[in-house]
């Protein structure tokens, strides 16, 4: 995310200022794509690739909740500019990843732009927001 220092370190007329000046969108974290593009590859000694999108593991998220002019800054977002098929098929994992605040994944614009089933793993359950899982789970 951004901090408040970060935003006061960063202003006119040395730099632009965060969120606002033109170009300068509110922090995402990760923008994870929403297909796998290349199917079917192998390893140089020849051996079958899986077909398997990010897998994140010992990822913190931090300094996304603000009620100022980066309030659109989200930890983890979705490239929804290439859709094939119409759903998500980038098979991914979690392992580690937690979020520090009460923003964690903007399905809400997925969904809107056309990606309506986003299935992620969590293997450990270590992104769960209430910090209750006790084992792994999924993100839907």
Same mark, same amino acid.
């Given at each position: &995310?951004i901090?408040?220092s970060?935003k006061h ?10 969120c606002?000046s033109?170009? !300068?969108?509110? $922090?995402?974290g990760?923008?994870m794509?929403?297909n ?6 192998? %390893? $140089? *000694?020849g051996? +079958?690739r ?5 897998r994140?593991s010992?990822?913190?998220f =931090?300094l %996304?909740?603000?009620t100022?002019e ?7 977002a979705f490239?929804?500019? !290439?859709?094939?098929? &119409?759903h998500?098929d980038y098979?991914?994992?979690? =392992?580690?990843?937690?979020v520090d &605040?009460?923003k964690f994944?903007?399905?809400k614009t997925?969904n ?5 089933d986003i299935v992620i =793993?969590?293997?450990d359950g270590?992104? *769960?927001? +209430?910090?209750?899982?006790? &084992?792994?789970g999924?993100?839907?």
């Amino acid at each position: &995310g951004i901090s408040s220092s970060t935003k006061h370190l960063t202003k006119p007329p040395y730099f632009k200022k965060p969120c606002i000046s033109s170009g !300068y969108y509110a $922090p995402i974290g990760y923008k994870m794509q929403t297909n796998i593009y290349r199917f079917d590859q192998k %390893f $140089p *000694d020849g051996t +079958a690739r899986l077909n398997q999108g990010a897998r994140l593991s010992n990822v913190e998220f =931090t300094l %996304f909740d603000h009620t100022d002019e980066c309030s659109d800054s989200v930890p983890i977002a979705f490239n929804t500019d !290439y859709i094939r098929d &119409g759903h998500w098929d980038y098979l991914s994992s979690f =392992t580690n990843v937690t979020v520090d &605040g009460r923003k964690f994944i903007d399905a809400k614009t997925a969904n809107e732009k056309g990606v309506p089933d986003i299935v992620i =793993t969590d293997t450990d359950g270590s992104s *769960d927001p +209430a910090r209750q899982a006790s &084992g792994a789970g999924t993100i839907v």
